[in-house]
């Protein structure tokens, strides 16, 4: 591979004047030509890149105010925030169970009209809450985001800090007993834990610095162990690729640590975005000693993707030989995955989805498609499974929420059903007295109908597409506007969840639908595999192929169908409309990847190689070209109006990644249409901490689908 820089003259390109409507700020080109595998690359707006540098900060504030003086001319945005307020006030309290130790349950919580969440406790015998955290009191003047992770005897509990936006966490150690904070302050943690049975043991891996923009941060970076009580700086390294050269760790992958009470034994994994697991295993009684003698356990061709320790025993979730997943037992004294038990075995009706587990037993989920989900478990005393009848509306997810106890969380939802939780003892296979019950007053539900099916896509591959729609609203006469969302990456599903966010577009009588493509893991692992890659392709075929079924039913027409994808999603949206912008009005790509042939030159991207690619490999550098939207602009198409949002601060997808799309978009997009990048200053790759702030921004983008599918009540006047 020869990569060479040709030329760098700079060019002012003015907006067109064809587009009088749109003075969109300036946006230069630079002639910046490299070579990749014999293939010359132009990348005319490379200098985007250069995020600290004074010209690209101004272009940056010149767009985001450009933007926001645009959007500001939508009317009812005041009116979409105040119904998200309703929506608030319909439901008693929000929840997000987190644990239950030491005789106190933990949780999340918040009323309506509260603008965040806080985190409580309540004693399990008295009923007694105590507010633990509130993170608009912390400090004064402040908002934090914030992660919680709880000791097994609910003694202590990390909390993960952040500023509002920020997405770089110090770690914090509360005290329940006391009430207080330790002095001791972790900085830069990723991924803490307690050791397993202990309160004092923190292991955790570290960033380099607080720069969301230096490539370095998230390179080579270290596992450490602290113990309460002493000094930070003199944490233990666990394992990092200068004291262990022996391991091989790759500059981008994360060591992290995982541990279980009721195995001596500890596992260090190396994490990046691939599923497929590198494991080694030791004793745990050696974590303090100055020598780990670690043994291999796994490698990525095991397809293992989870595991969980019982005693001397080990259960592995692993897609080798069966894409619908098999869970294999094999004992840790003498470990031999290939003469593995299967305890467990996924079908293509039923695949293992998600596996937890509880004091003595393992929590199986297995789903069709990811939209009919049901339970297994099996007994780690025992070896028997039970499937038991759950008696609850819509599908039921469940998982842990304690390792001292076999009850466990139920969240039971459904696109047109509220999120609800109950508690389920596994023992007597009982539902058992439930600390977090919502009560919904929302009228407009009855009239939600939901309708699963599986669209054929450009090979024959049958994609499942949910769609939901108001049945009082909708007359499937091409006349609705239509909301089609997607993802397509890590092998992540998009499961049916009660979301907020669409209620204001389904009470307008807008066609919801969710696209559940290849890239995601509804299907099974070759689902995902199907997606990624070289395979890549198949996101966005599938994605258009829902287009043209919603539109060739009469759901929708393609002058009313707005589309949206967040992050990965992105490489979904900007070729989705890149490929095929006749089927589309809108397309809202969230703090997307755009310009994949440069991603993995962003902080996170080198970490993302094994889902993406990377251009040091032909094959792969042709693949990253292929799902490269910016690199697919072609000028003088029609492309539909366009909203790219970023938050500068973002550590996942760095803000100049979808920058570069919008300028060029706004350069060389042939049609009268709107291509505005919305910056947010406030935020990293989340939106805002607040429920205002959510509820300003999803208002934002409801009321530009709204205005530019032709809603009479959002024309700008």
Not at 100 to 120: C, M, R, T
Not at 310 to 328: C, E, R, T, V
Request: charged letters at 25%.
């Amino acid at each position: 591979m020869k990569i060479q820089i040709l030329a760098f003259s700079a060019i002012i390109v003015a907006t067109s004047t064809l587009k009088a409507q749109y003075q969109y700020p300036k946006s230069k080109t630079v002639d910046v030509v490299e070579t990749h595998w014999g293939m010359k690359i132009n990348d005319p707006y490379r200098w985007i890149e250069d995020i600290k540098n004074p010209e690209v900060i101004n272009w940056f504030k010149a767009q985001s105010e450009y933007t926001n003086s645009q959007l500001a001319k939508m009317p009812g945005q005041e009116k979409l925030v105040q119904e998200f307020r309703d929506l608030d006030a319909m439901r008693s309290v929000r929840y997000n169970p987190v644990a239950k130790a030491g005789g106190l349950s933990f949780y999340d919580k918040s009323l309506p009209g509260e603008q965040v969440n806080k985190f409580y406790s309540k004693d399990i015998k008295t009923g007694k809450e105590t507010l633990i955290f509130d993170p608009q009191t912390h400090v004064a003047g402040k908002t934090f985001d914030f992660e919680t992770f709880v000791s097994n005897d609910g003694s202590r509990i990390l909390f993960s800090l952040s500023e509002a936006g920020n997405e770089v966490s110090d770690l914090h150690i509360y005290d329940v007993k006391s009430g207080k904070f330790l002095p001791e302050i972790i900085p830069l943690a990723l991924g803490p834990s307690f050791v397993s049975g202990s309160n004092d043991q923190i292991t955790y891996t570290q960033l380099k610095n607080y720069d969301v923009h230096d490539p370095e941060t998230m390179l080579n970076m270290p596992c450490k162990i602290h113990i309460v009580g002493t000094p930070v700086s003199s944490d233990k390294i666990v394992i990092s690729a200068t004291t262990h050269p022996d391991f091989g760790l790759q500059p981008q992958e994360m060591p992290s640590l995982m541990t279980f009470e009721n195995s001596p034994y500890l596992f260090l994994v190396k994490l990046t975005v691939e599923k497929n697991l590198t494991i080694y295993f030791a004793p745990k009684s050696e974590l303090n000693q100055t020598k780990i003698n670690w043994k291999p356990l796994t490698s990525a061709s095991d397809e293992v993707q989870n595991i969980i320790a019982y005693g001397n025993d080990l259960y592995l979730l692993s897609a080798k030989g069966n894409p619908h997943f098999n869970i294999l037992k094999t004992n840790l004294q003498n470990p031999d995955l290939k003469k593995a038990e299967i305890v467990f075995k996924g079908n293509p009706e039923w695949k293992i989805s998600k596996i937890y587990s509880a004091k003595d037993f393992i929590i199986i989920n297995k789903s069709k498609n990811e939209l009919i989900i049901k339970q297994s478990f099996y007994d780690l005393k025992t070896g028997k499974i039970s499937s038991p009848e759950i008696n609850l509306q819509g599908n039921i997810k469940a998982r842990n929420i304690s390792t001292q106890d076999n009850e466990i969380l139920l969240v039971n939802s459904g696109w047109n059903i509220p999120n609800q939780f109950s508690t389920f003892d596994l023992e007597t296979e009982k539902m058992t007295k439930n600390p977090f019950e919502i009560i919904y007053k929302m009228p407009f539900v009855k009239n939600l109908v939901v309708e699963e099916i599986e669209v054929r896509s450009h090979d024959g591959a049958m994609v499942p597409l949910s769609i939901i729609y108001d049945k009082t609203k909708v007359q499937r006469d091409g006349k609705s506007i239509g909301y089609m969302y997607g993802y397509g990456s890590y092998g992540t599903s998009l499961t049916p969840t009660f979301r907020t966010e669409f209620i204001p577009l389904l009470t307008k009588g807008t066609v919801i639908a969710v696209a559940h493509i290849r890239g995601g893991g509804e299907k099974g692992n070759d689902w995902h595999l199907g997606g990624k890659k070289t395979n890549k392709p198949n996101t966005w075929k599938d994605f258009n192929a829902c287009a043209e079924y919603l539109i060739q039913n009469k759901y929708v027409s393609a002058k009313k169908l707005a589309i949206t994808g967040g992050s990965a999603g992105g490489i979904l949206i900007g070729r989705a409309i890149t490929e095929r912008p006749d089927l589309y009005r809108v397309a809202i790509p969230e703090v997307g990847m755009m310009n994949t042939l440069r991603a993995e030159f962003d902080p996170n991207g080198p970490g993302n190689i094994a889902e993406f690619g990377t251009i040091k490999d032909e094959t792969e550098f042709k693949s990253l070209l292929e799902m490269d939207a910016y690199h697919h602009i072609k000028k003088g198409e029609n492309y539909p109006a366009i909203l790219v949002t970023t938050g500068f601060n973002d550590p996942r997808v760095a803000s100049y990644n979808p920058a570069k799309f919008a300028g060029k978009m706004q350069n060389e997009n042939g049609s009268k249409n709107p291509v505005f990048l919305d910056v947010n200053y406030n935020a990293g790759h989340f939106g805002g901490s607040t429920k205002d702030e959510y509820f300003k921004e999803e208002s934002k983008k409801i009321a530009f689908i709204l205005w530019q599918c032709g809603h009479p009540d959002f024309q700008i006047k």
